[in-house]
């Protein structure tokens, strides 16, 4: 699986817009791009997973650079209960044993 | 959907005695997972399942630990004897095929003394 680098805590007034980067310049033609969030003392939660398309849906945007070296998730209108662990994981879905491994992940605080 | 069920959710022992972690996951995923999360070592994969078979255990750190997958609804991850620095969460996760997404429960938080 391709490595990822995320910043390792960001900031962001509620109501806005967060937008998390990350960047896995080693990411190979089928590897996809996925990000799970884990809100403390919860599991982690999917958001989003694409493979060179910008995808959407109810919760995020994820925008993938044309050259797929590096990713932002988008939280459009951000709340407190965004104050997560963001995680962006690159990896083959039809290999690695299905298994899934995090990074350190981005700490995102929403501010009132 | 009731999600992926664990018990208990906090357990406290003293070294030595077995513990035994316990997982409901989806009904009809075909994947298993238990994960481990210090703050050391973040998340880590300690084993998965497919269809009630163990696919992969290179992750569990050593031989007091065991998990078992008797039937599609059940799961157990065993300790014995447990020491002080298993103390962490520990996740399970289920999935439908290799693909996203995974659902993880709310883990059980091992604390050893």
């Known amino acids: 699986d391709a490595k990822t680098t995320q910043p390792p805590s960001m900031d962001c007034a509620e109501g806005r817009a967060a937008n998390l980067p990350c960047n896995h310049s080693?990411?190979?033609?089928?590897?996809?791009v996925y990000w799970y969030r884990q809100i403390h003392s919860q599991g982690p939660q999917y958001i989003i997973h694409?493979?060179?398309n910008n995808e959407t849906n109810e919760m995020a945007s994820l925008i993938i650079t044309e050259d797929r070296k590096s990713s932002t998730l988008i939280l459009p209108h951000a709340t407190l209960r965004d104050t997560a662990v963001y995680y962006c994981?690159?990896?083959?879905?039809?290999?690695?044993?299905?298994?899934?491994?995090f990074g350190e992940g981005t700490q995102l605080t929403v501010n009132p | 959907d009731a999600g992926v069920i664990q018990s208990p959710r906090h357990e406290v022992t003293e070294m030595g005695q077995e513990v035994t972690l316990r997982c409901k996951p989806i009904s009809g995923h075909d994947y298993l997972f238990w994960y481990r999360q210090t703050m050391m070592r973040g998340l880590e994969l300690l084993i998965y399942?497919?269809?009630?078979?163990?696919?992969?255990d290179s992750g569990m750190p050593e031989d007091r630990f065991s998990a078992k997958m008797p039937n599609a609804s059940f799961s157990t991850l065993k300790i014995q004897p447990s020491e002080p620095r298993d103390s962490a969460v520990y996740f399970c996760?289920?999935?439908?095929?290799?693909?996203?997404?995974?659902?993880f429960g709310n883990g059980t938080r091992l604390t050893v003394t």
């Open positions: 080693t990411i190979s033609g089928n590897e996809y």
């Open positions: 996760a289920s999935s439908s095929g290799q693909g996203p997404p995974l659902h």
């Open positions: 994981i690159v990896r083959v879905p039809e290999t690695s044993g299905s298994r899934l491994t």
């Open positions: 694409g493979l060179k």
């Open positions: 399942f497919n269809n009630n078979v163990p696919i992969d």
